[in-house]
């Protein structure tokens, strides 16, 4: 999630990107909450909701990390500072931004569950 936040500012530093930030109570599964699963059937964070696209009146919500900052850089960086406009280059990002999504974070998902939330403690 902090690497959406990062996008966010950095475009907002070259653009004059602006947003809002809503906490969601993870203790009290506010994420499963009807109101919630409207815009994310799958009930989890991070979830980018666009009010401002100018090609639709209804919010845009976006979910999953990597959408979300594809979403971003192809909507609101129009100068290619984020992204890339040759095919090759794109491909290449695309290569290491599903890698991410389909090897590195589930494992990192799972350290972090066994480091945080275990009921016995594992050694690291």
């Known amino acids: ?59 845009i919500p976006v979910m999953e990390s990597a959408a979300e900052l594809l979403y971003l850089v192809e909507t609101y960086d129009p100068d290619h500072h984020f992204h890339f406009s040759s095919a090759i280059h794109r491909s290449q990002l695309l290569q290491w931004l599903i890698f991410w999504s389909a090897s590195g974070q589930p494992q990192q998902a799972g350290l972090n569950h066994f480091a945080r939330f275990a009921a016995v403690e594992v050694p690291c």
């Open 1 to 59: 999630m902090a690497n959406i936040q990062i996008l966010l500012e950095e475009l907002k530093d070259i653009y004059g990107l602006r947003w809002t930030t809503s906490l969601i109570d993870l203790d009290t599964d506010e994420q499963k909450q009807p109101w919630f699963l409207a815009f994310n059937p799958n009930g989890k964070i991070p979830l980018l909701i666009d009010n401002n696209s100018s090609s639709n009146s209804d919010p």
